[in-house]
C-alpha cells in the first residue's frame, strides 16, 4: 500500500501542487493544502480502487478542503515580516512574465471565482463535474467562469500576449 501510493504522490503530486497554487493563490497555503490532502487520501487508500487513477478523487478532496478553509477564514490581511521582491519582467522569459500576470491576476479573484476558472480551464473539467466539486448548480459555475474572465481581463494588461495570433494582435480573448 505505502508504495503505491508513494508512486502515486511522486507521479501526480506535482500536478496537483499547480492546482492547489492556482486555487490558493499562495505558493505556501498551496503546499499546506495538498499536505492535508494527501493525508486524508492516505487514510482512505486501502478502500480505494486505485486500479483506476485517483486523481478525481484527490481533486475532490483538494477543492472540497480549500472550499472549508475559506468558509472558515474570516477575510483579513496577511501579515508579512518582509514584502515580497517583485520579479523584474526584463529577468524572465515572456512566457514567466505571462505566467506571473495570471496568477497575480487569479489571486485577486474572490474564491469561487478562481475555483471555477482553475477547474474549467487548467484541470480540463467540464461544467457538470467542477459543479458537482463546487456544491453548486452548472448555471453558478457559469457565471463564476464568467464573472472570473471578465475580471481577468481587467486584471491583466493588454500588452501582455496570451493567445496571440497575427489577425487577432495580442490581449486575452
Known sequence: MDTDFADFVRRRGDHHLKTAVLLTGDWHAAEDLV?????KLYRVWPRLDTTTEPDAYLRRILVNTY???WRARWRREILRAELPQAADPGDLEEAGVVAEDIRNA????????????????????????????M???????????????????????????VNRTEEEGSGIR
Do not use: N, Y
Open 67 to 69: 472550499r472549508s478553509w
Open 106 to 133: 487569479l489571486a485577486k479573484l474572490p474564491a469561487r471565482q478562481r475555483t471555477a476558472l482553475v477547474l474549467r480551464f487548467f484541470a480540463d473539467l467540464p461544467e457538470a463535474e467542477v459543479a458537482d466539486l
Open 35 to 39: 499536505q492535508s490532502c494527501l493525508g
Open 135 to 161: 456544491g453548486c448548480s452548472a448555471g453558478t459555475v457559469k457565471t463564476h467562469t464568467h464573472r472570473g474572465l471578465r475580471a481577468m481581463r481587467r486584471l491583466i494588461s493588454p500588452e501582455v500576449l
